[in-house]
T-cell receptor, first 111, second 109 residues
Framework: GAGVSQTPSNKVTEKGKYVELRCDPI?????LYWYRQSLGQGPEFLIY????????DSGLPNDRFFAVRPEGSVSTLKIQRTERGDSAVYLC?????????FGQGTRLTVV | KQEVTQIPAALSVPEGENLVLNCSFT??????LQWFRQDPGKGLTSLLL?????REQTSGRLNASLDKSSGRSTLYIAASQPGDSATYLC????????FGSGTRLQVQP
């Protein structure tokens, strides 16, 4: 597609449930990034993929968070045992060099 | 650790004013710097990208400067319009993009 696509755009889940957030990057972009944005704050880095491998996962807050990119294109961010504090907008970006292009984000609400 | 600070946090100006948004970063070893715009409830739109070897970039009414040695960048918006109202985010490419908290701009008609 022309831009970075994220699905779903909104997700409401109950505390303790498992969720998956999907990112479809711009075709041909080798780098993919996940960020989390809380209200009134700038995006916070979670994880970075170069191809299929996680080049840097230092931003993942704890072991409930995991992300995969098995074929070097689409990526899925997985959150286990969701907590209310996980509520945020999750943003995905892709790049070919060092200019990043962002999707519209997934707004996750944990109730 | 790279830290990015944006000042002011919020700004309200009348239509037609020229304005400057400030961004500072603590580690000057950056690859480049990118300015984004974010409308409420939306994703990020890239405005300008300045490579580390460049001093400035211009796009329409926007001009961004970079002084890497002092760890500073400014975004200049000329002849502001109500449609410019949004949050402006500065981000530096260090290990990955590191963002400031943004400046919320309101341009009053």
């Amino acid at each position: 597609g022309a831009g970075v696509s994220q699905t779903p755009s909104n997700k409401v889940t109950e505390k303790g449930k498992y969720v998956e957030l999907r990112c479809d990057p711009i075709s041909g972009h080798t780098a993919l990034y996940w960020y989390r944005q809380s209200l009134g704050q700038g995006p916070e880095f979670l994880i970075y993929f170069q191809g299929t491998g996680a080049a840097d996962d230092s931003g993942l807050p704890n072991d409930r968070f995991f992300a995969v990119r098995p074929e070097g294109s689409v990526s899925t961010l997985k959150i286990q045992r969701t907590e209310r504090g996980d509520s945020a907008v999750y943003l995905c970006a892709s790049s070919l060099d060092t200019e990043a292009f962002f999707g519209q984000g997934t707004r996750l609400t944990v109730v | 650790k790279q830290e990015v600070t944006q000042i002011p946090a919020a700004l309200s100006v009348p239509e037609g004013e020229n304005l400057v948004l400030n961004c500072s970063f603590t580690d000057s070893a950056i690859y480049n710097l990118q300015w984004f715009r974010q409308d409420p409830g939306k994703g990020l739109t890239s405005l300008l990208l300045i490579q580390s070897s460049q001093r400035e970039q211009t796009s329409g009414r926007l001009n961004a400067s970079l002084d890497k040695s002092s760890g500073r960048s400014t975004l200049y918006i000329a002849a502001s319009q109500p449609g410019d109202s949004a949050t402006y985010l500065c981000a530096v490419w260090w290990l990955a993009l590191t963002f400031g908290s943004g400046t919320r701009l309101q341009v009053q008609p």
